[in-house]
């Protein structure tokens, strides 16, 4: 098995496992032989494991194999041709930070609410849609050029997102969009990564989605918010459909980051102990940094991260005044996070084209200036291919101590946006970061409250999480206090914006 050497011990264990369960599920990886689905016949299973661990190769090596044996990989966003011998794979994530952290590292996953509604596409931009997808010819379509057609597939090929490569060839949502469907019939095998975070309802609508489902998961995350028992829904399945990986794999084992996450697994270790062994591990590895201060400038690429909601409202303020922001307008330069789309159901397309843009809840995004009609925003879209979108917005910006927030820009109705300075660590699960500042005393005061959520102390739940956040660099923050910025807020680093006509186009649509 080619697989095997590239897996740990551990990982090779659970790879087998998975590879029996799909076996009873007709689907042979060994041989790549596929049989259709057996009605009535259902199998749950889960591989739990700490960051770094694996998880993510483990079921990015899975999805090869499965694509390799025959089997199609269902998305939101397009589905093929239904054929009664097809089986089908689809990989989700509870929320669209988690599954465009899986896209970024080239898995087509998509969110669990998208595999729910289809859309209907017209009859001639769905040749475009099969041809991709390799289910047909290459098309040749009235008023697009070769051209585009190849931009189209140089996307697809890296995305795997249908919606994203007509975009790429110069098409709207509403252009290829002309409905939304419920999903009517149920769908094969479905791939939850993220588990950590599905709540019981959630998990009982996958099971009747999905006869065959795989659960990816990480048990010393912060369980849902609206979860009562404070557990983890794959803490429900017997053990032997549960395979655990411990050896750690993500950025190799010298990781004196992952080194302090696992040290919280030391039920011995309280609070004091850990903070000790951060300031040790800063002193001889600058990949921790022992901070007394908020580095504020940081803050507009990488938000700080907290437990208290209040204790982010602050921050998000000092880092405006400190810049010298306006109350009654945004800076250039300054960082927002999309909270969703407010658009009624009926405009389901113009909300697939905001998506297909990257103007997904969560998503991280910088402030360019105001858009060419009132309400609108030109805004560059952190990670995304073509990051520079211009869209109606609806901009919120609390202050402390009062119930209504700031609201600088509004649309009547488009993308909504909070401010991006500091977010909570419940909020930044599934997310990244090359650099990550953590405000420790948050993670204190969680402490001296002495609550615990599935057995484990809360506060190592989220000091756990937070450190996670980190890819390269953990700034673990112990002072109240903040920075001066060294320059002003800037966007020259970022891509050139697009021709006007296109940000026309854009508003005009969104």
């Not at 005061?445 to 000091?463: C, H, I, N, V």
Request: hydrophobic residues 40%; contains cysteine.
């Amino acid at each position: 098995m080619t697989s095997a050497l590239t897996l740990s011990h551990d990982q090779a264990e659970a790879f087998d496992s998975i590879t029996e369960l799909l076996r009873g599920a007709g689907i042979d990886l060994d041989d790549s032989l596929l049989t259709p689905p057996r009605d009535g016949k259902s199998a749950v299973a889960a591989v739990i494991g700490k960051a770094g661990s694996g998880k993510t190769l483990l079921l990015a090596e899975l999805v090869k194999a499965l694509e390799a044996a025959g089997v199609d990989i269902v998305s939101g966003d397009y589905e093929g041709k239904k054929r009664p011998d097809r089986r089908t794979l689809a990989i989700l994530a509870p929320t669209n930070k988690a599954a465009s952290v899986l896209r970024m590292r080239g898995v087509p996953a998509t969110t669990i609410h998208r595999i729910i509604y289809t859309p209907v596409y017209d009859p001639e931009y769905e040749k475009i849609a099969e041809w991709l997808s390799g289910e047909g010819e290459k098309p040749e379509i009235e008023g697009l050029t070769e051209e585009a057609l190849e931009r189209a597939f140089a996307f697809y090929q890296l995305h795997k997102s249908i919606p994203g490569a007509l975009a790429a060839a110069g098409l709207r949502g509403s252009d290829f969009i002309t409905g939304w469907k419920r999903r009517d019939e149920p769908l094969d095998i479905g791939f939850i990564d993220e588990s950590s975070m599905l709540d019981d309802k959630q998990f009982e609508d996958l099971k009747e989605i999905f006869p065959t489902l795989v659960l990816f998961g990480d048990p010393a995350q912060l369980a849902p918010v609206n979860k009562g028992g404070g557990g983890m829904v794959f803490e429900t399945l017997p053990p032997k459909s549960r395979f655990e990986l411990s050896r750690v794999h993500r950025q190799q084992a010298d990781n004196p980051i992952l080194d302090l996450a696992h040290a919280l697994a030391d039920p011995a270790m309280g609070f004091e102990d850990f903070e000790r062994l951060v300031e040790e591990t800063a002193k001889r590895d600058d990949r921790v940094v022992w901070s007394q201060r908020v580095e504020v400038d940081l803050m507009a690429r990488s938000p700080v991260l907290v437990w208290r909601n209040a204790t982010r409202i602050r921050l998000i303020n000092a880092f405006r005044q400190v810049h010298g922001a306006p109350e009654d307008a945004l800076l250039e330069g300054e960082p927002l996070v999309c909270d969703g789309i407010e658009l009624p159901l009926k405009h389901r397309k113009k909300r697939l084209d905001l998506e297909a843009r990257g103007l997904i809840k969560g998503a991280q995004v910088i402030y360019l200036g105001p858009g060419r009609k009132p309400g609108f925003s030109r805004l560059h879209v952190m990670g995304a291919e073509d990051p520079q979108v211009s869209a109606a917005s609806i901009v919120k910006i609390e202050k402390p101590d009062e119930e209504e927030p700031f609201i600088p820009y509004a649309a009547r109705m488009g993308a909504t946006f909070l401010h991006g300075a500091a977010v909570t660590i419940h909020k930044a699960q599934g997310s990244q970061w090359e650099n990550v500042q953590v405000f420790a005393p948050d993670i204190y005061a969680a402490a001296r409250m002495g609550r615990s959520e599935a057995g484990q102390p809360l506060w190592k739940r989220l000091a756990y999480v937070a450190v996670t956040r980190a890819s390269e660099r953990l700034f673990w923050v112990v002072r109240n206090r903040l920075a001066r910025p060294s320059d002003s807020l800037r966007t020259d680093d970022l891509r050139v914006a697009p021709a006007p006509l296109k940000l026309e186009q854009a508003e005009g649509e969104t």
